[in-house]
């Protein structure tokens, strides 16, 4: 992997994680009502959105977009899980797990992926 890649995957790395933390914080905002977790869910959604576009100068668009979506669908459901006791019944588990079998399967059996 070329040290401009990895750099792209960092960035892409960064970005699902400031969209799962922008997420959680769009929980705490309650709709829109409180204005410091607003503010904050904003500027985490910016961040997010500025680094998966630096990302696209290296990663193709449905590769970035799927690894953004997929992980942050995961570790969104960890998060509200963990932070906010949500139950996750086994369609949802199910599902899930087919959405990182999606990724796992694509990073490594995709020509499309950049490595």
Wanted: charged share 5%; with cysteine.
């Amino acid at each position: 992997m070329s040290p401009t890649t990895t750099i792209a995957y960092g960035y892409l790395a960064i970005a699902i994680i400031c969209e799962v933390i922008g997420t959680t914080f769009l929980m705490k905002s309650e709709q829109f009502t409180r204005l410091v977790p607003t503010i904050i869910m904003g500027l985490l959604y910016v961040i997010s959105f500025y680094l998966l576009a630096q990302t696209l100068k290296i990663i193709p668009l449905g590769i970035a977009y799927a690894l953004w979506g997929g992980l942050g669908i995961v570790l969104t459901s960890l998060v509200g899980l963990v932070f906010f006791k949500q139950n996750l019944d086994t369609a949802a588990v199910i599902g899930i797990a087919m959405i990182v079998g999606g990724v796992v399967v694509m990073n490594l059996l995709s020509n499309s992926v950049v490595h």
